[in-house]
């Protein structure tokens, strides 16, 4: 499949194939499969390039899984830098940021598979959550966890999240998927639920009327071909419910797991990822390049290959600083701001759903920083 | 349909422009005379002639004139010179060829402006080289030119002299017609026979050496390094500088005004700069010349050329750094990277940065390195300390130490001459050492001139010149943020004459300290005009400002992408340049593997030491194994190199 034919496809808006997606990994020229992404992404969205105001909960790193790629989680409360917040922790978090102020729009909580909490747990974190801000949005839960409380404490995932959106639930998060073939799925991750699993909680969630997101963990062990295939399968669901907001490739970081010998992806196979997704999924409206795990070089460079969104001020997240991601822990607003504006993209301030919280001038940093005019040094000292 | 009737002159420096003409079944083109060539496009026997500009500009009739492809020059020309047995301005009288007017007309005008009044006489053309003798001079035109240069000892190059005069290039010749006698499809078919005769330039210059037992280098040369086929704004504004003066001077007898330049139309739409840098509001300031109006070149045009390796106008440049779209600009850069490299290979050295002394004088607010002398944390490295790690990088496989350090009062000449002597009686490395800035000062506490300090280094070991403290070639940048370094011209001299001694150097440049894009363009412009002069240097290495620790508080864009941006344009404008390095140390691995594909071709140095960027915040350290497994995963062969830039056998 010639790349000059794909692209014909492209601006057609017909969808590309599983040949194509494999023929696109394997394209050596990166500049020009970054174009078309490009392109793609400016139809879509021109300039505008999406962040919020979120921060992050890990309510437990206790899970019953053992993911080869997981540098987070630990078997058992009790196991060294193993932990689980009482309840009131948890809501502090958000209640600190209330008391200082901070417009925070969103929390994303992801937790371990903890064996030993009751449901209420969960249902009590969330309402407490919305008792301290109830315009909060709680995207919270992989598919992973719904499946395993499905599992544990014996109801239809649909009744887990119907309990769970009655007590604050208001989207998923895309995390768990990692990559759906199952030749991979049971080296890296036997424990977790299966792909078609993981696919039916977002079907059930769409069906419901919640909004959910998905990801792609890459750069272990799986092939450009077994990417494709599990792009197409999201692709595939959207199709069918419409319900997914945006895709999220996370690249695999080596330290601290099982998997430490392998080198872990370079920017140049992160930027190609990012390409193909936007080319594949054209049914899906954002491809957001998050920052904590790209470093905010990457996923500002990333921005010019399709990306549309970097997530938001985060804050607090540990699952990739665990693995030996160097970044920041947080970035104010006014440096993602600064970070889209350098790469020659407007910013938006969105909130979960991407209604439009802000843009244009009322977002541009009082003091850009512009290579126009020679005055713009400063002496510190 | 019918042909496109071409007349064209044959001198060597037309033929990349008609290189793909002559194998093209839809043009008809014949050669002649320049006089006779006008007289066809007079007479309406062909559609478009390749004029000389004096022609075009004294032609009845307001011609059109095709965008993006002249027989132009920016400095030294070597094939337009006036040459003679004393200099310009005691000739009494200057012979000229009958048959060049157009150099007559050039020669003119800069007599005037030199305030010179020799007697012009015209002398057959097989004569004009014995014409010079005594206080007469001769204008010598075409190859003649190769030989004359060599046989006389003043030589007044009048590409160099309109250059000096005007800050312009000087187009020699254009493709002309009249309104509505090419179609965009024809100035397409004319850009590409250019691209394909640039492409060419080495079997061409092979070509009309052998049938005129010349130096096929020296043909080669001239084609590659002094002549420039492009038809930008600034040669537009050099051609319309020409004619302008020209019309003042009284040399356009026919005209009542000044010839207009007017474009014909190359059918590619202005882009809409929608996808452009949103940041900076452009400031492309007003030319300073009062050429008539001409239509600028779209982006698209301007990176196709580019990307060929036609020459960037200043103007021109500036504008694609201010709105290219960062991966159009990239591509074109890689592009560009690809036909001078192919397609496989990226180096990478091993070296060792030693720094020897952290006490300097000149106390940079950007730099968080320096003590000044007498400060407790100051060190010079004795040679124990040196020997440690001289062995070490011996034993890692290393090949040179990049030895720099700061501006110590203490350390006379004759402490770096033993020092290098003692360096290659005990190690096999060679010696990347002293920045220009630390040659000038040696020079200065010495009070010895350049040239001496530098042929004694030579003479002790160094091997070459580093290209740091070039921060930005501006000297309103310089003396805000480093007002005690040395100015751009000492920085530029330091390098002219050490390639000169036959040293081959690298160039930096550190951007991000809030100069504009012009800065930026006329820091790129030193260099590429310098190595139009010498071609000493190897490898430009651009990194931005690292603020951390320092006493500037940063206040401009250095994040990635403005890197990326400005690494793809100095691939384009330093046409000359062969590598292009990308500053791993200061980017990371990540945007430095990136940078590859934005116009890179050397990865740098597995570094064992480095000890100033990390001083202000830069973390990153990669071995080979690392630097190899980058260059790998982004297609590249990795090979290491040494200083020169040549490979060395694969391990």
């Known amino acids: ?67 080869m790629f997981c540098s987070f989680a630990r078997l058992k409360d009790g196991d060294a830098d193993a932990y689980t917040m009482k309840l009131p922790e948890a809501w502090d978090k958000l209640q600190s940021r209330v008391d200082a102020g901070e417009p925070v729009t969103e929390i994303h909580i992801v937790n371990g598979l903890h064996d030993g909490l009751p449901f209420e747990y969960y249902t009590e974190l969330l309402a407490g959550l919305k008792r301290i801000k ?242 713009a040094l400063e002496v510190v000292s | 349909m019918s042909k496109l009737r071409l007349a064209a002159v044959s001198f060597l420096n037309a033929r990349p422009i008609t290189y793909g003409l002559e194998r093209d079944d839809r043009v008809d083109l014949r050669f002649d005379l320049p006089a006779r060539c006008a007289d066809l496009l007079a007479a309406g026997e062909v559609d478009l002639a390749l004029l000389p500009t ?59 402006e030199r305030g010179l009044a020799p007697a012009l006489v015209e002398v057959a053309h097989d004569q004009i080289l014995d014409a010079a003798a005594g206080t007469r001079g001769a204008l010598i035109i075409g190859d003649a030119g190769f030989v004359a240069t060599e ?13 000096a005069l005007t800050g312009l290039p000087f187009v020699y010749a254009l493709w002309a017609g009249r309104a509505g006698a090419a179609t965009p499809a024809d100035v397409a078919l004319l850009r590409d026979s250019l691209r394909s005769g640039l492409a060419h330039r080495a079997e061409i210059a092979r070509g009309w050496a052998e049938a005129r037992r010349m130096d096929p280098a020296v043909c080669e040369s001239y084609l590659l390094h002094n002549i420039r086929y492009t038809l930008g704004a600034e040669e537009l504004s050099g051609a319309a500088a020409f004619i302008t003066r020209a019309f003042h001077a009284g040399l356009l007898p026919g005209r009542t005004s000044p010839t ?39 982006l698209d045009t301007l990176l196709a050329d580019a990307a060929a390796g036609l020459r960037l106008g200043f103007d021109d440049a500036a504008r694609l750094y201010d709105q290219a779209p960062t991966l159009e600009l990239g591509a074109a850069a890689d592009a560009r990277r690809r036909r001078m490299h192919g397609d496989d290979v990226v180096t990478y050295i091993i070296d060792r940065n030693v720094n020897y002394t952290n006490v300097c004088v000149t106390r940079c607010k950007f730099c968080n390195f320096y003590r000044p002398p007498g400060h407790k944390e100051g060190y010079t490295l004795d040679r124990y300390v040196l020997a440690q790690k001289l062995q070490e990088t011996v034993d890692l496989g290393g090949v040179q130490i990049l030895l720099q350090g700061g501006l110590n009062p203490e350390l006379p000449l004759s402490w770096y001459e033993d020092l290098f002597r003692w360096m290659k009686a005990n190690f096999p490395l060679a010696i990347h050492g002293l920045s220009p800035e630390e040659i000038r000062y040696i020079a200065e506490i010495e009070s010895l001139p350049l040239r001496t300090v530098i042929e004694r280094l030579v003479a ?39 390639h000169a001694l036959g040293l081959r150097t690298t160039a930096t440049m550190v951007f991000g300290f809030g100069e504009t894009s012009r800065q930026v363009l006329t820091h790129l412009e030193h260099l590429r005009a310098l190595q139009d002069e010498t071609a000493g240097f190897t490898a430009f290495i651009c990194w931005p400002f690292q603020a951390e620790g320092t006493r500037l ?64 915040g830069a973390v990153f350290k990669l071995g080979a194994a690392d630097i190899e497994r980058y260059v790998r995963a982004a297609g590249f062969v990795p090979r290491r190199r040494n200083m020169r830039y040549e490979l060395l056998p694969a391990s």
């Open chain 2, 260 to 298: 207009p330049v007017r474009l014909y139309d190359d059918g590619r739409p202005e882009r809409p700069i929608t996808n452009a840098r949103t940041t900076a509001p452009l400031a492309v300031p007003a030319s300073q010349d009062s050429r008539p109006r001409a239509r600028a070149l779209s």
């Open chain 2, 460 to 498: 002790a070991g160094l091997d070459s010149i580093p290209g740091g403290g070039a921060e930005i070639l501006d000297d309103d940048v310089r003396r805000n943020i480093s007002p005690l370094k040395c100015s751009t011209e000492t920085w530029l001299e330091v390098m002219r004459q050490g």
């Open chain 2, 54 to 112: 004096a022609s075009y500009a004294g032609f009845a009739e307001d011609l059109r004139v095709v965008p993006g492809v002249a027989v132009a020059g920016r400095g030294p020309v070597r094939t337009v010179v006036v040459v003679g047995e004393v200099p310009l301005q005691q000739m009494t009288e200057i012979a000229l060829d009958a048959a060049s007017r157009s150099s007559a007309l050039l020669l003119k005008l800069l007599l005037r």
């Open chain 1, 1 to 67: 499949m010639s790349f000059a034919t794909i692209a014909t496809k492209v601006r057609a808006g017909e969808p590309l194939s599983f040949d194509d997606g494999a023929a696109l990994f394997h394209h050596p020229n990166l500049m020009e499969l970054g174009a078309l992404a490009n392109e793609v992404r400016e139809r879509m969205h021109g300039a505008r390039t999406y962040f919020n105001r979120n921060f992050h909960i890990n309510a437990t790193n206790v899970c019953v899984a053992s993911c």
């Open chain 1, 134 to 375: 109830p315009s909060i949005h709680l995207k919270a839960f992989t598919a992973v966890e719904i499946f395993y409380y499905h599992q544990k404490y014996g109801m239809t995932v649909e009744e887990v999240l119907r309990r769970l959106a009655a007590a604050g639930l208001d989207s998923l998060p895309g995390g768990g998927a990692e990559i759906f073939a199952p030749r991979v799925r049971q080296r890296i991750c036997a424990d977790k639920c299966n792909g078609d699993e993981w696919l039916d909680v977002h079907r059930t969630a769409h069906r419901m009327g919640l909004r959910t997101n998905c990801t792609m963990l890459y750069g272990t062990i799986e092939t450009p071909e077994e990417r494709v295939d599990h792009m197409l399968r999201l692709r595939a669901l959207q199709d069918e419910t419409g319900g997914f907001q945006t895709f999220i490739p996370l690249a695999f970081h080596p330290e601290n797991n099982a998997l430490m010998k392998l080198p872990g992806p370079t920017a140049v196979e992160d930027l190609r990822t990012y390409a193909v997704a936007r080319l594949l999924l054209h049914n899906i409206p954002h491809l957001k390049a998050y920052w904590v795990m790209l470093g905010v070089k990457t996923a500002q460079t990333a921005l010019w290959f399709g990306a549309d969104d970097l997530d938001g001020t985060v804050q607090e997240e540990k699952i990739y600083h665990m693995a030996g991601a160097e970044t920041p822990q947080t970035l104010s607003p006014d440096e993602i701001i600064r970070v889209i504006v350098n790469a020659g993209r407007a910013p938006v301030e969105r909130d979960t759903l991407y209604n439009v919280i802000a843009e244009g001038e009322a977002l541009l940093p009082k003091q850009p920083f512009r290579r126009t005019g020679r005055r």
């Open chain 2, 151 to 163: 046989r006389f000892e003043h030589v007044t190059d009048l590409g160099r002299e309109w250059t």
């Open chain 2, 553 to 616: 508080k940063l206040k401009d864009d250095t994040s990635a992408v403005r890197y990326l941006r400005t690494f793809a344009l100095s691939r384009l404008y330093l046409d000359n340049f062969p590598s292009l390095q990308v500053s791993w140390p200061t980017m990371g691995p990540d945007v430095g593997q990136v940078a590859l594909r934005f116009g890179g071709n050397d990865f740098g140095s597995a570094m064992i030491e480095e000890n100033v960027v990390s001083q202000a």
